[in-house]
């Protein structure tokens, strides 16, 4: 029982808040404040410093004319397609891939490049050259078009132009 009494008082001195020096408490000195004001911390500057940012109208322009030239792309593919089906089908079948493969570089060249992605301009130039492939497969099978379908094949080319501009490049690389 002596042993159990004296592990007891082990562990409430382990535990014990008090100090055990019980002397008085120094004092602080008089001819010094208590407290001091503690200056703000100022803000350095890490790192070189950021460049301005790019504009947007080239990065703009280039989403406007690539949505443009895909809406014209898809028109003259559907219209290729239903007026040649019952003569040469393996041409309307191409045109159809060709549609589709031009369509899904222009998306996704355009989503890229609203989030500055690298290869973006890349997919909207690719989207492009197949447009214009497509544009360039009406003059060989020598379709009977309006006037109006002639000017078209300026949208990919456009496109081509202002996807290749340093300031889209710019743009798409300050994210």
Partial sequence: MADESSDSTEETRILRRAPLNTGAAPSAPTSEPV???????????????????????????????????GWATTVIATDLITGWWATDPLFCVAMGFLAAVSAAASISGLIALLLRRRTARLLVVVGAVIALLIFASLFVAGANLPALVYAMPLLPAASIVLAALPATARWSRSA
Avoid: E, N, W
């Avoid at 947007?56 to 030239?69: D, G, W, Y």
């Fill in 35 to 69: 407290t001091q004001i503690v200056p703000r911390a100022q803000p350095v500057a890490v790192g070189p410093p950021r460049a301005a940012r790019a504009d947007p109208k080239s990065a703009i322009a280039t989403a406007v004319t690539s949505i443009l030239s």
